[in-house]
């Protein structure tokens, strides 16, 4: 009984104090409440931190875009030999410096070697085909391929004087007036200084340079060499002026063909039809390394040819003639003055050289269809 009576004076004693006693229990309740909802929330956090580790961060539609990844410069080095593969010509395998030209089939050739085949073709009396896929090529089945000029134009090339890398584009500017380790002369090579060094020291050396201060007969002896060289190009001009004087002028515009001997070992030739200059007939020869067996396996390539008179002479015809450019051509040929006297004995002259500059003009003639070029006929009067 006594056990009971404590507990009923306990719970008599707790109920005047009943209201404080609720409170300190709801109050000890609502902490328990709350440290529960607060170990949901990191829970939960966690759980998002997790989940935003896993799927990464959300995107900002406002925040600015991503920047690209830099490649490393090993990269960037592996890249720029496969784009060197690439676009590289099929036949030389070295980047294109002009202009680029493609098979029907996409294969590169750069301007060079793409006329060095087509007057492979023109020597082998064959059909030019594409190094790689053997499909037919010539200047009317091929075209440019401008995308991948331009891209060769980008592609950095290293400086050869300072060996530093720019643009293809702009490195032949760079080598020519800004590269400070360029090949440079000396201002005074004309009086005969023969220095040659990087521009960063021209300066120094001019101011150093001993050839200002010779005297008058050291200076006349170079001044001559230089006249000399000046009179061999003025007497070919003051030579084609006298001509003009005559009063005989001719000039036609020829055309030369292609044509094979009839030998066992066939060999090409050009020959121009018949043309009418000075109401006399003629007609021109042209033979590619003066008929040399296989001019194909030679990388000298030139071109000569003869002036033939197909009409009857009463009298001797003595004649100056040379050959020039065409007006639709962009051959470069130097002016040569050739002289003849013409005669029902000797109506043929001799294979004269065409003055052509080097072999990669005379590609150029063979790989077209046809040569054009321009005659002067002068008949000089006794």
Not at 272 to 284: A, D, E, G, S
Not at 349 to 358: K, N, Q, S
Request: proline fraction near 5%.
């Amino acid at each position: 009984m006594s056990s009971m009576e404590e507990r009923v004076e306990v719970g008599v004693a707790a109920a005047p104090g009943s209201s404080s006693a609720g409170l300190g229990v709801g109050a000890v309740g609502g902490a328990l409440e709350a440290v529960a909802v607060g170990a949901g929330l990191a829970g939960i956090q966690e759980e998002a931190g997790v989940r935003r580790e896993v799927s990464g961060p959300e995107s900002d539609p406002d925040a600015p875009p991503k920047k690209r990844v830099r490649l490393q410069e090993g990269e960037a080095g592996k890249l720029e030999e496969r784009l060197y593969s690439v676009l590289c010509c099929t036949v030389c395998l070295d980047l294109p410096k002009a202009s680029v030209y493609q098979c029907t089939n996409g294969h590169l050739m750069c301007a060079g070697c793409f006329i060095h085949l087509l007057a492979d073709s023109r020597l082998k009396e064959e059909q030019a085909t594409c190094p790689n896929c053997r499909c037919e090529i010539s200047k009317s089945l091929c075209c440019r391929n401008l995308a991948v000029e331009k891209a060769v134009s980008e592609l950095p090339c290293d400086c050869s004087f300072c060996l530093k890398q720019f643009p293809r584009s702009g490195l032949e500017r760079h080598q020519k007036e800004e590269c400070q380790d360029r090949v440079t002369q000396c201002k005074y090579k004309r009086i005969g200084c023969p220095w040659q060094g990087p521009f960063h020291e021209l300066t120094a050396h001019e101011a150093e340079c001993c050839h200002p201060t010779k005297t008058g007969n050291e200076l006349m002896g170079i001044l001559d060499e230089m006249d000399q060289s000046h009179r061999k190009e003025m007497q070919l001009y003051n030579s084609i002026f006298s001509l003009l004087c005559f009063e005989k002028i001719g000039f036609t515009e020829v055309q030369f063909r292609p044509y094979r001997t009839d030998d066992f070992i066939t060999r090409l030739y050009y020959e121009t039809p018949r043309f009418t200059v000075l109401n006399q007939t003629w007609v021109l020869k042209a033979r590619v390394n003066d008929s040399e067996r296989n001019p194909n396996l030679s990388c000298k390539r030139t071109l000569s040819f003869q002036l033939i008179l197909k009409s009857k002479v009463n009298s001797a015809l003595e004649c100056s003639f040379l050959l020039l450019k065409g007006p639709y051509d962009d051959v470069k040929i130097k002016p040569v003055i050739n002289h003849h006297v013409f005669s029902n004995d000797t109506n043929e002259t001799d294979y004269v050289p065409l003055p052509i500059i080097d072999s990669v003009e005379c590609n150029k003639l063979l790989a077209a269809k046809n040569i054009n070029l321009r005659l002067f006929i002068f008949q000089i009067q006794k």
